[in-house]
Nanobody, 124 residues
Framework: QVQLVESGGGLVQAGGSLRLSCAAS??????MGWFRQAPGKEREFVAA????????YSTNSFKGRFTISGDNAKNTVYLQMNSLKPEDTAVYYCAADFKHGATPPTSVDQYDYWGQGTQVTVSS
């Protein structure tokens, strides 16, 4: 059974850091990524990587604060989040794709599997 399990969320003070983990099982994937969703907002792309070329991608709004990395042997990806802000508060979801490989996809509908999400709350 394909399963993605996120962990590492929690409550952190503004300016602090968290590292999220996503452990995948059941199969290997072409790409894995992180999205987040705050109440009343659409699910937002954060970062992604492709296992084949170990390429990573993130939008400018997250570069310098959030970094994605992976351990292919463990089929696990991480999201290191630094300099956290209250507006980073959201449920963070791990996603996995097996149809794309050259470039990490950035759209929700491009991913095949999703984790249950982990809550990140940044206090003021």
């Amino acid at each position: 059974q394909v399963q993605l399990v996120e962990s590492g969320g929690g409550l952190v003070q503004a300016g602090g850091s968290l590292r999220l983990s996503c452990a995948a099982s059941g199969r290997t994937f072409s790409s894995m990524g992180w999205f987040r969703q705050a109440p009343g907002k659409e699910r937002e792309f954060v970062a992604a990587l492709t296992w084949s070329g170990r390429a990573t991608y993130s939008t400018n709004s997250f570069k310098g604060r959030f970094t994605i990395s992976g351990d292919n042997a463990k089929n696990t990806v991480y999201l290191q989040m630094n300099s956290l802000k209250p507006e980073d508060t959201a449920v963070y979801y791990c996603a996995a794709d097996f149809k794309h490989g050259a470039t990490p996809p950035t759209s929700v509908d491009q991913y095949d599997y999703w984790g249950q999400g982990t809550q990140v709350t940044v206090s003021s």
